[in-house]
């Protein structure tokens, strides 16, 4: 019985992630200070299941070279479903990419200098990673991923209730007089 439990339990954790990819561009600048911009195109969804680390060079356009980085999943958690809700509800829904420039290891093209860390659907998450220093990038979200999330948030997204906030409550609840002014002389 515990394997079963064990067993259900890893296929409900397996509909909660999203396997993705995502597409990074380095376009040439003609600027005085910089040669290049390097950004983040796109994050697709990926066809299969198969979340593995790959880099891939994609047909240049023009003088704007392409690159496809795999091996990326998107994961719903309940304790984000309000990042979550806050995104789908917007005009212009995201997927936020967290990246750093660097190198990447010896097997990938040398010349991507922009690795890709992580990517989420939650405007909280991407908050706090750019509170923290961090660099991201938002691109449109693909309708695919909007359809996978939507169901999701509405059965785990509730808002918080509204509490009535009280002038002095702090004094109320200690038993305490809030101190009052005397007028005159």
Known sequence: ????IRDCSFKAMLLL???VTVVIERVPLTNRWVSEQWRVAAVEPL?????SHATER???QGDVVRWRCSGFAV????SE???YYLNISSPEPKAFVMYRMEQGPAHVDPALKLQVHLVT????EAARWLDGGEQVDAVALDPSMLAWMQPFVAEHYRPEPK???RRNELYEREGNIAPTRKSGP
């Open 47 to 51: 066809p299969d299941d198969n979340v």
């Open 58 to 60: 994609l047909p240049d």
């Open 1 to 4: 019985m515990i394997d079963g």
């Open 81 to 83: 479903s309000e990042g």
């Open 75 to 78: 994961e719903l958690t309940r």
């Open 163 to 165: 509490r009535k906030a």
């Open 17 to 19: 992630r999203f396997p």
């Open 121 to 124: 659907v939650s405007y909280n």
